[in-house]
């Protein structure tokens, strides 16, 4: 068993906020040696390339551990701490996880009044409050495990996420991908036919638009699709948008931005401990996406499973 250090360990994407890390992280660095909090700092190199070491500091015994990056880097970070916690068992509670964000998407943080200011947070690392954030697995039929540290979902969502990545890979930076890849979406919706369970009770069958699921309520630079989700209340939230009229489906467009989805007559909002969602034929075998990432595709078991881990919060 290895030992136990004090030291936070710092997995750096250098390429997130638009290559513009450096810039932001080099004077963190210098705030932490003048709280004197103890670190050590790599540099991903390649995608996924923090889910590998952020398992390998947990194999070497680190407990403190920080993304510097956006909500894809912290959802790496998640995977690979709760992925090796599985097949150690060793508990997530003995975890402290933070991040830096300094990436294009930020959704993540605002569930912890987080600030998007890298300096601040290493102020509230000082101060060292964290809170309790559930575990949420993602398990495929076909063998994949992932974890969510905020939202997933599949249908729209998930094929916008596709479309960002896609063009994050061919270099692509700006902010605007995620515009383009939304409006190019709504002219090219995906409607897959479905059945989802939730917590073990089939609430629908047929077909939709999009689904998303939240252990987090925030999206998108500031939707809320799942609207009441919180991330420490042992609870997984889900919203389906069934094929409605286009009229109908604008009508409620509001309701992601003023925190209503709930309340809807048009959307089905689910509250469970464990949701699964079925394809009722090949064609909607869609692919799936946990904070921004494609990870699998349907069926697949999305559950709580009772474990926490720590985060930074800023909350009082």
């Given at each position: 068993m290895a030992t136990i250090k004090e030291e936070w360990y710092i997995i750096v994407n250098p390429h997130a906020g638009s290559g513009k890390t450096m810039k932001y992280w080099v004077p963190a660095e210098r705030l932490l040696k003048e709280y004197n909090i103890p670190f050590y700092t790599v540099y991903t190199t390649h995608k996924h390339h923090a889910t590998q070491l952020a398992a390998v500091a947990a194999r070497r015994g680190?407990?403190?551990?920080?993304?510097?990056?956006?909500d894809g880097s912290i959802h790496e970070v998640f995977d690979g701490v709760l992925s090796w916690c599985e097949t150690s068992g060793v508990n997530?509670?003995?975890?402290?996880?933070?991040?830096?964000?300094?990436?294009?998407g930020n959704d993540w943080i605002k569930s912890f009044g987080i600030p998007r200011d890298v300096e601040k947070v290493i102020?509230?690392?000082?101060?060292?409050?964290?809170?309790q954030e559930d575990v949420v697995k993602l398990t495929a039929d076909d063998g994949k495990v992932s974890y969510m540290a905020n939202i997933g979902g599949f249908g729209f969502d998930s094929h916008v996420c596709q479309r960002v990545n896609a063009q994050k890979e061919r270099g692509l930076r700006s902010s605007r991908i995620y515009l383009t890849s939304l409006i190019y979406n709504i002219f090219h919706i995906p409607v897959q036919n479905v059945a989802i369970y939730c917590d073990d009770q089939l609430v629908y069958s047929g077909r939709v638009y999009d689904m998303a699921l939240g252990n987090g309520s925030y999206c998108g630079g500031g939707m809320q699709q799942c609207s009441i989700a919180d991330p420490t209340d042992g609870i997984l939230d889900a919203m389906v948008v069934p094929v409605v009229t286009?009229?109908?489906?604008?009508?409620?467009?509001?309701?992601?931005?003023?925190?209503?989805?709930?309340?809807s007559k048009y959307i089905l909002y689910?509250?469970?401990k464990k949701i699964r969602i079925e394809a009722l034929d090949d064609k909607s075998r869609d692919i799936v996406e946990l904070d921004g990432e494609i990870v699998a595709n349907l069926p697949v078991t999305v559950e709580v499973t009772g474990q926490h881990v720590n985060v930074l919060t800023a909350e009082g």
């Open positions: 680190y407990r403190k551990i920080m993304a510097v990056g956006g997530p509670s003995e975890f402290y996880l933070a991040v830096a964000p300094i990436g294009s102020g509230l690392l000082a101060k060292g409050k964290f809170v286009l009229g109908r489906l604008i009508a409620e467009l509001p309701r992601i931005y003023n925190h209503t989805v709930h309340e689910l509250r469970g």
